[in-house]
């Protein structure tokens, strides 16, 4: 799971919306040519730092536990890496919608469909994304749909998962030495949420590659109309939102906290009364891998102006970063004024 510190913004991604959601194709959503891999062009001012977020930094994601269950299992829309695929095999999600502006978290998801599709079980799994060598991808190419095939045929693709997958293990929060092992114990780093060391979680993230389910575009959340266009094309293809993980967004800067009461505002106008936007604060403690987590409820949400909304956020984040306890809230009643 990622989480982004104060050195930018990091902002979206969504590369494909299902008109057809039956059938195993992951180019069902109408996309442009190469829209997995295309990049909007930073924001004035902002320093993307593109790929420092590969690696999922926060490593007691089952601290969120408590929030997840809450979700409708509606589409996870989020951003980051391994936060993504967690989330919603966790919520048990009718789709993942990975968003992200920076093309290497893009180029994750995409390649990380692929094994999962690609793959016959969850050991199998495991082989595919940690050892096979690259005429194994290569070999799996005809199994599975036809943007998967050509991500498992591209040799970039291969080198890009060899560097920032499988080799980096050096760092204790900026590489994946932890999640590609099992906790060995209950409270270890992504203990009761790591898809690759458990059936159920693995199975439902199968099954989402293998029908098409899952997507990746690239959108910035302060585009009002590019926000609009994607809970547009959703609702059209008969899906709800049940989860939008926005990881540390808001808490960039004040223009952060500004940034997202705005977008929330715009989401608001489409959610569910359950729809939970999920959000992450860094716990007051020596360790940068501890953080707490925050939901506020497309109930709480909704005929609020952004204003409100980023005062909410500014509330909760200035709890979260005085505590020394990693915490997990909905609704907090301390910030929330109705």
Not at 1 to 14: D, E, P, T
Not at 300 to 314: C, E, L, P, S
Request: glycine residues 4%; hydrophobic residues 40%; contains cysteine.
């Amino acid at each position: 799971m990622r989480a982004l510190r104060a050195r930018g913004m990091q902002f979206a991604v969504l590369l494909g919306l299902c008109l057809s959601c039956n059938a195993y194709d992951a180019n069902s959503w109408a996309q442009a040519p190469d829209a997995r891999h295309a990049d909007i062009a930073p924001a004035k001012g902002r320093d993307p730092h593109f790929g420092m977020y590969v690696p999922p930094n926060e490593q007691h994601p089952a601290m969120a536990l408590p929030i997840w269950k809450q979700s409708n299992h509606g589409a996870y829309v989020s951003v980051g890496t391994e936060r993504s695929f967690m989330g919603a095999a966790v919520t048990r999600a009718a789709a993942l919608v990975v968003i992200d502006y920076d093309s290497a978290i893009v180029q994750f998801a995409a390649i990380n469909r692929a094994l999962l599709a690609a793959s016959v079980n969850r050991d199998d799994y495991v082989t595919l994304r940690l050892t096979a060598p690259r005429e194994t991808w290569v070999g799996r190419a005809s199994q599975v749909a036809t943007e998967d095939a050509e991500t498992l045929r591209d040799k970039t693709a291969w080198t890009f998962w060899n560097d920032n997958v499988r080799q980096n293990t050096n760092a204790w929060s900026a590489a994946f030495q932890h999640f590609n092992q099992q906790a060995d114990k209950p409270d270890g780093p992504f203990a009761q949420t790591n898809y690759m060391f458990d059936d159920q979680l693995y199975q439902h993230l199968h099954d989402l590659a293998r029908n098409g389910h899952i997507w990746t575009r690239t959108l910035d959340l302060r585009d009002e109309k590019a926000v609009r266009k994607l809970c547009q094309d959703m609702l059209a293809s008969g899906m709800i939102l049940g989860v939008i993980d926005t990881s540390n967004v808001p808490d960039t800067s004040e223009a952060g906290q500004l940034a997202a009461g705005k977008y929330v505002a715009w989401f608001s106008e489409f959610v569910e009364d359950s729809t939970l936007f999920l959000n992450t604060e860094r716990a007051n403690r020596q360790s940068d891998t501890y953080w707490s987590y925050f939901a506020f409820t497309g109930r709480a949400v909704k005929g609020h102006d952004a204003a409100t909304i980023a005062r909410w956020y500014t509330a909760e984040i200035a709890r979260l970063q005085a505590d020394s306890q990693t915490r997990a809230s909905i609704d907090d009643p301390a910030v929330i004024v109705r």
